[in-house]
C-alpha cells in the first residue's frame, strides 16, 4: 500500500514559482500514475491537471499547460511539480493521488486508490 505526502506549498506572489513534491513511500514511485489535483476555497475538487503516468507520459490541463512542469526523481520515490507564472487563481490544497495502472494517463479520480493530504498554494495579487 502507497502513502503519499505533499510538500512545498506556501504563500508566493503573482507571476512567481514553487515546486510542490509528492513522496511515496511503500511502492516505488516509477509504479505509479500521478496525478496532481487542487481544490480552491469554497469551490469543489478541480478534475486532475497534471499527470505522469508510469510509462512516461504526460499530461497537463488547460488551465496549466505550458506554466507547470510534472517530473519523476525515482531516486527519491518522489514526483515533483515545478509551478511558474503563478496567478491568483491557482490558490487552492494541492493534492497527489496515486494509480498503479501500468499504462497511460487518466483524469478518473476514481481511478487513483491513494491520495495524500494537501498542501496549501496561496498566490497573492
Known amino acids: 500500500q502507497a502513502r503519499l505526502v505533499e510538500s512545498g506549498g506556501g504563500l508566493v506572489q503573482t507571476g512567481g514559482s514553487l515546486r510542490l513534491s509528492c513522496a511515496a513511500s511503500g511502492f516505488p514511485v516509477e509504479r505509479l500514475a500521478i496525478g496532481w489535483f487542487r481544490q480552491a476555497p469554497g469551490k469543489e475538487r478541480e478534475g486532475v491537471f497534471a499527470?505522469?503516468?508510469?510509462?512516461?507520459?504526460?499530461y497537463y490541463s488547460d488551465s496549466v499547460k505550458g506554466r507547470f512542469t510534472i517530473s519523476r526523481d525515482n531516486a527519491k520515490n518522489t514526483v515533483n511539480l515545478q509551478m511558474n507564472t503563478l496567478k491568483p487563481e491557482d490558490t487552492a490544497v494541492y493534492y497527489c493521488?496515486?494509480?498503479?495502472?501500468?499504462?497511460?494517463?487518466?483524469?478518473?479520480?476514481?481511478?487513483?486508490?491513494?491520495w495524500g493530504r494537501g498542501t496549501q498554494v496561496t498566490v497573492s495579487s
Open positions: 493521488a496515486a494509480g498503479t495502472w501500468v499504462a497511460g494517463t487518466r483524469t478518473n479520480p476514481d481511478d487513483y486508490e491513494y
Open positions: 499527470i505522469a503516468s508510469a510509462d512516461g507520459e504526460t
